[in-house]
Every structure is written in C-alpha cells, then in structure tokens.
C-alpha cells in the first residue's frame, strides 16, 4: 500500500508565492509520473503540472512561467512552486502518482487534496 501525504498549502495575497510538497511511502519500486492537479468550487479538475520518471515536464498553460514542478526520486516526492499567484489560482490542489510499480503490479493514487487560497 502507498501513502500520500501533501503539505504546504495556505493562504496567500495575490503576488505571493507557495510551495507545494507531496511525499509517497511504502512499497515503492519505481513511480512514472508525479503530478499535481488542481479543483475550483464549480470547476472540473485540471491539470497543473506533472513530471515524468525521465525528468520530462509538462504544465498547463496557467502554470507556465509561474509554476516549477521538480521531483527527488530517492524520496519518492514532488514539488511545486508557485510564484505570482493568482486569485483564480484558488483551489484544492491534489497529488497523483501514476504507475506506482512494488515489484509486482502498478497503481495510480490520488492525494487527500490541500487547499490553496489566493486573496485579492
């Protein structure tokens, strides 16, 4: 079984910055993707950014020039960085780990979700 434990989240004027951290434990051999995605009241949930198991980068186009994703493999975690953030940058933001390989199957997990609130 893997755990996802997400942090970082908060409140923050619009200018300001956050980080986002998402941690997997357990029976982790190797993980595909690490990727973040966020959820606003009425809105469908949208990819933000996401980062392969070869380093390869994707952010939605929100996200670009503000937002870095890196990843520490050793420590199975993800990071997110937001700078210059938005009001409509407000939402829950959840972890997703794609391909989580223990040596026998792969899974895809999902984070609790951590709210991110951007004031005007």
């Known amino acids: 079984q893997v755990q996802l434990v997400e942090s970082g989240g908060g409140t923050v004027q619009a200018g300001g910055s956050l980080g986002l951290s998402c941690v997997a434990s357990?029976?982790?051999?190797?993980?595909?993707?690490m990727a973040w995605y966020r959820q606003a009241p009425g809105k469908q949930r949208e990819l933000v950014a996401q980062i392969s198991r070869l380093g390869v980068i994707k952010y939605a186009d929100s996200a670009k020039g503000r937002f870095t994703i890196s990843r520490y493999y050793t420590r199975n975690t993800a990071n997110l960085q937001m700078n210059s953030l938005k009001v409509e940058d407000t939402a829950v933001y959840y972890c997703?780990?794609?391909?989580?390989?223990?040596?026998?199957?792969?899974?895809?997990?999902w984070g609790q979700g951590i709210q991110v609130i951007v004031s005007s």
């Open positions: 997703q780990l794609l391909g989580v390989y223990d040596g026998r199957t792969r899974a895809d997990y």
């Open positions: 357990g029976t982790i051999n190797s993980i595909d993707v």
